[in-house]
């Protein structure tokens, strides 16, 4: 039976509703940031792929989150700085379930990926001396395989669920993005199993490599207590503090939008806290994670010796 419903081709993000100067402003803030993200990765990505001393489980894994990076900074950041400049933006319909796609990819990357990080730094702080017979580059690769898989197939979960759905009545989101929770909110479908299937797919994504993390650094507390001198505590502790700095700074502002109850926050807090893990994070991870790093800074002043002197 024919029901007399008008079918949604195209969304409304409203992006944020502030005065024009403050948009100049943000909009110049995010495009400068845009830029450094895409330089600083794809540094990182060509410094490890191209320099020897860089050929190591650590940095392989970073050149790995790099390309994360770029993809979520990718996804969202252009259309933002759209969204930005005519105060709101449409999308259509398949671009948004695209967009959703490869966001939720991305971040699922991003989970991955920190998390087997937080198990390179476990063998190599609490089982020094097989590490190199652990993380060989066949096991490397398979992890980085593993993680790729598993970030493009469970989200993909999602993604059929919100394309069968059925959206009839108000097409407008008041986001920046379309993140799949106030989108599903614009279905005049059942979306019941719909929020059932966020959080049981939220489990492998976000609550178990979590638990991996936690675990992971909890061993690795312990070791490192066992050292006897405090310098060497230091020293050793200070390889894990870059991943401990992002993993805050990353799941700090997943727990805060998607898992912890947001009746305090508002939408443009939770925005806010939105923009940090999908534009700011990726633009950070380079600086805190590498860039600092002594070994970095030799391959870069290595790469730029040979340029001069080419």
Not at 132 to 145: E, F, Q
Request: contains cysteine.
């Amino acid at each position: 039976q024919e029901k007399n419903q008008t079918v949604v081709t195209e969304f409304i993000l409203l992006g944020f509703q502030i005065s024009q100067n403050l948009r100049i402003f943000l909009f110049c803030l995010l495009l400068v940031v845009y830029c450094g993200t895409i330089c600083g990765n794809l540094l990182i990505i060509t410094l490890v792929s191209t320099s020897k001393n860089l050929h190591t489980p650590m940095y392989f894994f970073i050149s790995q989150l790099s390309i994360s990076d770029l993809i979520l900074a990718t996804v969202i950041a252009p259309n933002l700085l759209r969204i930005l400049l005519n105060n709101g933006g449409a999308i259509t319909y398949i671009d948004c379930i695209t967009q959703q796609f490869f966001f939720g990819a991305a971040e699922g990357l991003e989970c991955f990926f920190l998390t087997v990080m937080s198990y390179d730094r476990y063998v190599a702080i609490c089982n020094p001396l097989r590490y190199s017979t652990i993380m060989t580059s066949r096991h490397c690769v398979t992890l980085a395989i593993i993680c790729w898989l598993f970030g493009f197939s469970i989200i993909f979960v999602d993604l059929i669920t919100a394309a069968n759905l059925d959206f009839c009545g108000p097409n407008v989101i008041d986001h920046f993005f379309c993140d799949i929770v106030p989108l599903i909110e614009l279905s005049c479908s059942d979306i019941f199993f719909v929020h059932l299937e966020i959080y049981v797919v939220g489990i492998p994504i976000v609550l178990i490599p979590t638990t991996i993390i936690i675990l992971s650094y909890t061993f690795i507390v312990r070791a490192v207590l066992r050292i006897p001198s405090s310098t060497g505590r230091q020293k050793v502790f200070s390889t894990c503090s870059s991943h401990l700095i992002v993993v805050s700074i990353f799941y700090w502002s997943i727990f805060s939008v998607y898992v912890v109850p947001t009746k305090g926050f508002t939408l443009t807090m939770s925005k806010i806290l939105s923009l940090l893990y999908t534009v700011f994070t990726p633009f950070v991870n380079p600086i805190i994670y590498s860039l600092r790093n002594k070994d970095i800074k030799k391959a870069v002043q290595g790469k730029f010796h040979k340029s001069v002197t080419w």
